[in-house]
């Protein structure tokens, strides 16, 4: 089962892939760009509950992102 964190980002990247012509890697990064980004000013402004759950979205991110790559590679 699927947890929401993982639907809610999996729904972004899908939005993002579909503004991107179909290229999810491209859409992927975006995504952790923008999280990255949200950390930081968690981060910067002491938010730092805030700051652990977009920490917990870069993983899954990552995680996502090394599927591709590695799914890119077999290709």
Same mark, same amino acid.
């Given at each position: 089962m699927k947890t929401l964190q993982e639907l809610r980002?999996?729904?972004e990247v899908q939005e993002r892939v579909l503004m991107n012509d179909g290229d999810v890697l491209l859409s992927l990064q975006e995504v952790r760009a923008h999280l990255y980004k949200e950390w930081d000013w968690y981060y910067d402004n002491?938010? +730092?509950v805030q700051a652990f759950d977009v920490q917990k979205d870069l993983?899954?991110?990552?995680k996502w992102?090394?599927?591709?790559k590695?799914? +890119?590679q077999t290709n």
């Open positions: 980002l999996r729904k002491d938010r +730092l993983k899954v991110v990552d992102i090394e599927l591709e590695n799914t +890119l």
